[in-house]
C-alpha cells in the first residue's frame, strides 16, 4: 500500500512538472530581417513593440505596465511584443529566468544584432538607439507612434488608448 501510494505521488509530481514546464514562454532568437517582418506584417490588430533589456532598470520598471496592458486589452485586438536587447548568451541564464519570474505571457523575441546603428532608423527614424522605446502601429498598419523614453505610472495605457482612437 506504501508502495502505490509512493508511485502515485511521483507520477503526480512529474505530471506537475511537466505542465509547468510545458506553459514556459519561447523565446525566439531573432536578427532585424526577423524583426523588420514583426513591424510591417499586416494584421488586424493593434500592435504595440517595446524594445527593452533585462539590465535596463527603466525597462524593467515600466514592464509591468506593459504586462497589465496586455492583460486588460489583449482580447480586444492587442498585440504585444517584447524585443530584448539582452545578449544572446544570456538567453538561458538571465532572460528566460526573467521572463518566466515574471509570468511573461506576450511574445518575446531577443533581438541578436551588434551593429544598432544598420537598423534604428529603420524602425524609426527618430530613434536614437536608447532603450526603453515602444513602438505602436494601429490595425492594418495604418499609423504609427513611436514613444523613445521611459513611461510614468500609468501613463502607458492614456498613451496607448489616444493613439487606438
Request: some cysteine.
Given at each position: 500500500m506504501k508502495q502505490a501510494f509512493f508511485y502515485s505521488l511521483v507520477s503526480l509530481f512529474?505530471?506537475?512538472?511537466?505542465?509547468?514546464?510545458?506553459?514556459?514562454?519561447?523565446?525566439?532568437?531573432?536578427?532585424?530581417k526577423d524583426l523588420a517582418q514583426i513591424i510591417s506584417s499586416?494584421?488586424?490588430?493593434n500592435k504595440v513593440i517595446n524594445f527593452w533589456a533585462t539590465w535596463c532598470r527603466p525597462c524593467v520598471k515600466e514592464l509591468p505596465q506593459f504586462l497589465s496592458l496586455y492583460e486588460k486589452y489583449n482580447t480586444e485586438n492587442l498585440e504585444l511584443t517584447l524585443v530584448s536587447f539582452d545578449f544572446a548568451e544570456d538567453?538561458?541564464?538571465k532572460l528566460k529566468?526573467?521572463?518566466?519570474?515574471?509570468?511573461?505571457e506576450a511574445k518575446v523575441y531577443l533581438l541578436d544584432e551588434t551593429d544598432y546603428?544598420?537598423?534604428?532608423?529603420?524602425v524609426d527614424p527618430s530613434w536614437s538607439g536608447a532603450i526603453p522605446a515602444t513602438?505602436?502601429?494601429?490595425?492594418?498598419n495604418s499609423k504609427r507612434k513611436f514613444v523613445e523614453k521611459e513611461f510614468?505610472?500609468?501613463e502607458l495605457e492614456k498613451v496607448y488608448l489616444n493613439f487606438i482612437k
Open positions: 512529474a505530471l506537475c512538472l511537466f505542465v509547468s514546464t510545458s506553459r514556459a514562454q519561447s523565446i525566439e532568437i531573432i536578427k532585424y499586416e494584421s488586424d490588430q538567453l538561458e541564464t529566468p526573467f521572463v518566466e519570474r515574471k509570468k511573461i546603428n544598420s537598423f534604428i532608423d529603420k513602438l505602436m502601429i494601429a490595425k492594418g510614468s505610472e500609468n
